[in-house]
């Protein structure tokens, strides 16, 4: 039951990345998936959410408009898709997977996540 975060990097201001969320040892499309991230001294941010049901997502403020989710379920992978990045943007990215039932909104990002990935740093920087 594990969840392997890739995709990061080094990255100038109003570029883009793709991160990949790959799990192992259970189906990720049985799951809601979050995208979460910290930078140094601050606190843990969720940046994305995609429910079981994939026309389902929710993104906050602060990357409405310039992320995206989306879901490989062959490759048991889900992708976020980062453009116009901004240095507040750089952080470690982490993906994590619930087990639930209910619409992606603000308050998913406190639900107990069943599986964490290790995390991808993310550098946006000129």
């Known amino acids: 039951f594990q969840l392997v975060e890739s995709g990061g990097g080094l990255v100038q201001p109003g570029g883009s990345l793709r991160l990949s969320c790959a799990a192992s040892?259970?189906?990720?499309?049985?799951?809601?998936i979050g995208w979460f991230r910290q930078a140094p001294g601050k606190e843990r941010e969720g940046v994305s959410c995609?429910?079981?049901?994939?026309?389902?997502?929710y993104f906050p403020d602060s990357v409405k408009g310039r992320f995206t989710v989306s879901r490989d379920n062959a490759k048991n992978t889900v992708y976020l898709q980062m453009n116009s990045l901004k240095p507040e943007d750089t952080a470690v990215y982490y993906c994590?997977?619930?087990?639930?039932?209910?619409?992606?909104?603000?308050?998913?990002?406190?639900?107990?996540?069943?599986?964490w990935g290790q995390g991808t740093q993310v550098t946006v920087s000129s």
């Open positions: 995609m429910s079981m049901n994939d026309g389902d997502t």
């Open positions: 040892g259970f189906r990720l499309d049985y799951y809601s």
């Open positions: 994590a997977a619930v087990l639930m039932f209910d619409e992606c909104t603000q308050s998913v990002f406190e639900y107990d996540f069943d599986a």
